[in-house]
C-alpha cells in the first residue's frame, strides 16, 4: 500500500488517508475515482506536487474541512489534468503552495484544472507563492463562496473556460485579482480588495457580465482589453486609480469595449480610460 492513500482495485477508486505528509509526486492514472474524505490534510512537502489524469472529489465540510498544504512551503501544486467527468471542491483550504514543474513542463497556479471541469465552493486558497493562486483553463467552473487571498501575483486565471463566479471574496493579491482571457463569464456578488494592478480584467475576446461586485483599492477597477465585450452592472468602486479601461494591448487582436450600466465610485482618480497599447 502506497503511505499517502488506499487504492482499492475492484472499485477503482483511490482515497487519500486523513492524515499525511507527502514527500515524493503522487501522479494519479486516468479513470479512477478520486476522493478526500472530510477532515482529510495532507501536507505536501520536499517539493512534491499531486498530478491526476481523473477527476477528483473532496468532500470536505464545515465542521471537518480538508487542508492542502506545504509545511515547508516547496510544495509545486495540485493539479488535475483532463481529469473525465466533473471534480469537485469543497470547504478546502490551499496553503503555502507553489506553481508545477515537472520534467521542464510548467503551469503558473498552486491549483490547476486543465481541460478538466470543476465546481468549488467553500474553498479560501492562500498565501500562495505562484503567478496564480488558481488556474483553470479550457473547462467550465462554477466557483462560489470562496476567498482568494495574499497570493504572490494573480489571485483567479481563467483561459478559454465558461464559468460563473459567484459570493467570493478576494483580497490582498500582488497582481490581479480575477484575470481571464478568451473566456464566457458571469462574475457576481463579488468583493475585491486591496489588490496589487486590476480587480477584474478581461483579455482576448472574453465576455463578462459583471453584476453587485465591490472593488476597494485597484489600479484599475475594471479592464477590458483585445476584442473583449464586458458589461458592468451596479458595480462599486474605491479607492482606485482608474475605475474602468478599454485597451487594445495586442497587436493581433482589436479593440475592446466597455458597457457600464450603473455603479458607484468614491476616491477614483480617473473614472475611465480608453487608450490604445
Not at 486516468?30 to 499531486?50: Q, Y
Not at 521542464?104 to 498565501?127: C, K, M, Q, R
Request: proline share 3%.
Amino acid at each position: 500500500g502506497h503511505p499517502a492513500y488506499v487504492y482499492q482495485a475492484d472499485k477503482a477508486t483511490l482515497i487519500f488517508k486523513k492524515d499525511v505528509q507527502i514527500t515524493e509526486p503522487i501522479i494519479i492514472p486516468e479513470g479512477l475515482k478520486v476522493m478526500l474524505r472530510p477532515g482529510t490534510k495532507l501536507d505536501l512537502i520536499k517539493a512534491s506536487f499531486v498530478l491526476s489524469y481523473s477527476a477528483v472529489q473532496f468532500l470536505g465540510t464545515e465542521e471537518a474541512p480538508i487542508e492542502i498544504v506545504s509545511s515547508d512551503k516547496s510544495a509545486r501544486s495540485f493539479t488535475v489534468l483532463k481529469g473525465t467527468g466533473k471534480s469537485r471542491i469543497n470547504y478546502t483550504r490551499f496553503a503555502h503552495l507553489g506553481a508545477f514543474s515537472f520534467k521542464g513542463w510548467n503551469l503558473p497556479g498552486a491549483v490547476n484544472f486543465y481541460e478538466s471541469d470543476v465546481d468549488i465552493y467553500n474553498t479560501v486558497f492562500t498565501h500562495n507563492s505562484c503567478e496564480d493562486a488558481l488556474n483553470i483553463v479550457r473547462s467550465k467552473f462554477d466557483f462560489k463562496n470562496n476567498t482568494i487571498c495574499h497570493t504572490y501575483a494573480d489571485g483567479f486565471d481563467a483561459d478559454f473556460c465558461t464559468g460563473t463566479v459567484d459570493n467570493s471574496y478576494f483580497h490582498h493579491t500582488g497582481n490581479d485579482a480575477i484575470d481571464f482571457s478568451t473566456s464566457k463569464v458571469t462574475i457576481k456578488d463579488c468583493s475585491i480588495e486591496k489588490v496589487g494592478d486590476k480587480g477584474i480584467s478581461m483579455g482576448e475576446q472574453g465576455e463578462a457580465l459583471i453584476i453587485n461586485t465591490k472593488i476597494d483599492g485597484a489600479n484599475i477597477g475594471i479592464a477590458s482589453k483585445d476584442l473583449s465585450k464586458t458589461t458592468v452592472r451596479n458595480a462599486e468602486l474605491r479607492n482606485c486609480i482608474i475605475g474602468f479601461s478599454a485597451y487594445q494591448k495586442k497587436p493581433e487582436y482589436g479593440q475592446a469595449f466597455i458597457y457600464v450600466d450603473s455603479y458607484t465610485a468614491e476616491d477614483v482618480q480617473q473614472l475611465h480610460k480608453i487608450f490604445p497599447g
